[in-house]
């Protein structure tokens, strides 16, 4: 494998942390660093970056192969534009563009420069989302017909680009994006309905708070919450099948699988007095009729940026298809869209996606 230098423009946060993490790949080097922020080019220097005095001077650079686009939202379809028809490879981080009409754009230059063209949604390789997969399709909780996905916090949003509109800001495309991106990941069945409610609990302008279910064509409904205002947290996952339920409580994978062994428990002619009242459905079971299994965190994952560096240097050696590929962020765009339509109509919204 050849050795691949990339040029990152926009080194706040996220592309530090591409520095820190992608830079112990053997293959990647990154060169040099363009910032509209003064401040932002002196870490780059003091971390040994070149640093660009334009965007232009990095994209005639002929030694870049590859450009990270880690700059606000807004501004991704400009500058992916521009690096492709430069010649360079583009990685873009999420969300890739504010519409899937920009997006489409992108895509298109793409092609036709036949350059690679992907996007970090590195969040496929968390380790809570690789476990709640794998259990998933192993298939010991039977046929999966609702999964909930959270993400909570209390803190608000954090200050800048993030609470403005027009800058991309907002949870849909800030973490939705994320949590949709796995969802679609994980079920290739067609969305035929999106029903969004969003909340401008503390910024005016932006979801600071949004809840969505998307209902799939084979049954399956996902829903996502992604709060900054919640005091008290949800489980980060809790998925329900037909043979049984899985909770997945947080970041560090603890969490129970509890599967039925023996479909048919005792029902007594008599109606129970349970905790519930009197009832025979919300009694509890016994407990020789089910099985509990802890989970772990699986060991096995790189949970970081590096998986999105190989697949997308795989793909320009013509080794591998791009495992991130534009037309998935395409549809995580489109559903996005129709959830924007959603809270603002107060209608769902049926689609084909
Ligand atoms: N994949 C992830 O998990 C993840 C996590 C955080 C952020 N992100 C994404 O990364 C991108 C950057 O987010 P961040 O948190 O690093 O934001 P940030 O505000 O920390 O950094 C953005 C940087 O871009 C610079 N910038 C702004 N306009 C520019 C321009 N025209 N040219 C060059 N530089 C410019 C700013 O000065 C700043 O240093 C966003 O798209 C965000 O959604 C992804």
Redesign the pocket.
């Known amino acids: 494998m050849s050795v691949y230098k990339v040029g990152i423009?926009?080194?706040?946060?996220?592309?530090?942390?591409h520095l820190n993490t992608a830079s112990l790949l053997d293959f990647i080097e990154f060169k040099g660093v363009?910032?509209?922020?003064p401040q932002?080019m002196e870490v780059a220097k003091e971390k040994g970056l070149y640093t660009y005095s334009s965007?232009e001077e990095m994209l005639n650079d002929p030694e870049i192969n590859i450009v990270l686009v880690?700059?606000?939202?807004h501004?991704?379809k400009d500058?992916c534009i521009k690096a492709l028809r430069a010649g360079k490879h583009v990685l873009c981080?999420?969300?890739v563009t504010l519409s899937s009409k920009e997006l489409l754009e992108i895509m298109k230059v793409s092609h036709e420069t036949g350059l690679i063209f992907t996007i970090?949604?590195?969040?496929r390789v968390n380790k809570d989302f690789v476990l709640l997969k794998q259990s998933i399709e192993s298939g010991i909780l039977g046929d999966v017909y609702v999964i909930e996905s959270r993400v909570e916090g209390s803190r608000g949003m954090p200050e800048?680009?993030r609470c403005i509109k027009e800058q991309?800001g907002g949870m849909m495309?800030?973490w939705g994006v994320?949590l949709i991106d796995q969802i679609l990941y994980m079920c290739d069945s067609k969305v035929v309905n999106v029903f969004c409610k969003m909340y401008s609990i503390h910024y005016d302008e932006i979801d600071d708070n949004f809840r969505l279910t998307i209902t799939f064509e084979n049954g399956l409904t996902a829903q996502v919450e992604v709060a900054t205002n919640n005091f008290i947290k949800h489980p980060r996952w809790f998925v329900t099948g037909s043979e049984g339920t899985l909770i997945i409580n947080d970041w560090d994978c603890s969490g129970q699988i509890v599967r039925c062994k023996v479909r048919e428990d005792k029902w007594g002619a008599e109606i129970q007095k349970v905790k519930a009242g009197p009832s025979k459905t919300m009694a509890p079971r016994s407990p020789e009729t089910i099985e509990t299994i802890e989970l772990k965190a699986p060991t096995d994952v790189i949970d970081n940026?590096q998986p999105t560096y190989i697949q997308m240097v795989n793909a320009i050696e013509g080794k591998a298809e791009l495992t991130i590929k534009p037309e998935e962020a395409l549809r995580v765009m489109k559903v996005m869209e129709a959830a924007f339509e959603s809270a603002k109509t107060g209608q769902a919204i049926f689609t084909d996606i």
């Open positions: 423009i926009g080194f706040g946060g996220m592309a530090s942390h363009y910032d509209i922020n932002r965007t880690a700059v606000p939202n501004l991704h500058l981080e999420k969300p970090d949604q590195n969040r800048g680009w991309g495309l800030d994320h940026v």
